[in-house]
C-alpha cells in the first residue's frame, strides 16, 4: 500500500500563487506516476497534470503555463506550483500515484481562489 499526504491548499485572491505537496510512503516502489487530479463542485475528478518516474510531464491545456509539476523521486514527493490562480481553479486537489497498475489516492486539500 502506497499512503499519500497532501499540504499546501488554502485561499488566494486571483492572479496569486499556491504550492502543493504530496509526500508518499509505505510500499513506495517502482511508483510509476504521481500527478494531480481536481475536484470542483458539481463537477467530475479532472486530470491536472502527471509526472512519470522518468521525469515526463503533462498538463491539462487550461493549467499549461500557469502550473508546474515536479517529483523527487529520492523524497518520494510530487509538488504542483500554481501561479496566476483564476477563480476557475477553485476545487478540492487530489495527490495520486499508480503503482503496477494500482491507483492511489491522498485525501484532498481545498484550493480557493477568490476573485
Known amino acids: 500500500q502506497v499512503q499519500l499526504v497532501e499540504s499546501g491548499g488554502g485561499l488566494v485572491q486571483a492572479g496569486g500563487s499556491l504550492r502543493l505537496s504530496c509526500a508518499a510512503s509505505?510500499?513506495?516502489?517502482?511508483?510509476?506516476?504521481m500527478g494531480w487530479y481536481r475536484q470542483a463542485p458539481g463537477k467530475q475528478r479532472e486530470l491536472v497534470a502527471t509526472?512519470?518516474?522518468?521525469?515526463?510531464?503533462d498538463y491539462t491545456d487550461s493549467v499549461k503555463g500557469r502550473f508546474t509539476i515536479s517529483r523527487d523521486n529520492a523524497k518520494n514527493t510530487v509538488d504542483l506550483q500554481m501561479n496566476g490562480l483564476k477563480p476557475e481553479d477553485t476545487a478540492v486537489y487530489y495527490c495520486?500515484?499508480?503503482?503496477?497498475?494500482?491507483?492511489?489516492w491522498g485525501q484532498g486539500t481545498q484550493v480557493t481562489v477568490s476573485s
Open positions: 509526472v512519470t518516474s522518468a521525469g515526463i510531464m
Open positions: 509505505g510500499s513506495i516502489l517502482n511508483i510509476n506516476v
Open positions: 495520486y500515484a499508480v503503482q503496477s497498475f494500482r491507483w492511489f
